[in-house]
T-cell receptor, first 114, second 111 residues
């Protein structure tokens, strides 16, 4: 079965711009989570969506937002980009979220803010 | 402060040696998961442990979940260069819908 697909793979943006990242989960998975990974902070949880509803949110400013569509695909948006937003953004899908079957991650979107 | 503390942060060993990575927390988890990540890629699930005291073996890898479900360990026997990577533990707490990750252990196995 197809894995988790994240697009684009790489992105370079200028400070102050906004960006939208996309994630297509594994077919049948209804939970999509987003993570930010940086060398200094490791993997930090952004938010989790299930059936188009945000169920949990990490400690990130309101510039970070997301949504989920009826086909479970998800997008995350970062507005007013800052240099510190440069990171690998990972999306993970699971059957129902918070379950014990493990999460499947995409290859990530490498965002560089200049 | 990380919910899950991993140690050591770095491990460099010779091919054929054994290694153990630890993952500890003061919180109780409904499951603990171990992932391995290659540079520039997403983490790949190795195993999920859900029962306190559970031991799972995957070829040369042995995973343990503590009796109190607050800690876990990953042991690799006779490490090979292909075991090189970033090992991450992650936990799910009851009624929580997110994975909390440890900071990771970078393992380097020298040929």
């Amino acid at each position: 079965k197809a894995g988790v697909t994240q697009t684009p793979r790489y992105l370079i943006k200028t400070r102050g711009q906004q960006v939208t990242l996309s994630c297509s989960p594994i077919s049948g998975h209804r939970s999509v989570s987003w993570y930010q990974q940086t060398p200094g902070q490791g993997l930090q949880f952004l938010f989790e969506y299930f059936s188009e509803t945000q169920r949990n949110k990490g400690n990130f400013p309101g510039r970070f937002s997301g949504r989920q569509f009826s086909n479970s695909r998800s997008e995350m948006n970062v507005s007013t980009l800052e240099l510190g937003d440069s990171a690998l953004y990972l999306c993970a899908s699971s059957l129902a979220g918070g379950d014990n079957y493990g999460y499947t991650f995409g290859s990530g979107t490498r965002l560089t803010v200049v | 402060t990380q919910l899950l503390e991993q140690s050591p942060q770095f491990l460099s060993i010779q091919e054929g040696e054994n290694l153990t990575v630890y993952c500890n927390s003061s919180s109780v988890f409904s499951s603990l998961q171990w992932y391995r990540q290659e540079p520039g890629e997403g983490p790949v699930l190795l195993v999920t442990v859900v029962t306190g005291g559970e031991v799972k073996k995957l070829k040369r890898l042995t995973f343990q979940f503590g009796d109190a479900r607050k800690d876990s360990s990953l042991h690799i026997t006779a490490a090979q260069p292909g075991d090189t990577g970033l090992y991450l533990c992650a936990g799910v707490r009851s009624n929580d819908y997110k994975l909390s990750f440890g900071a990771g252990t970078t393992v380097t196995v020298r040929a």
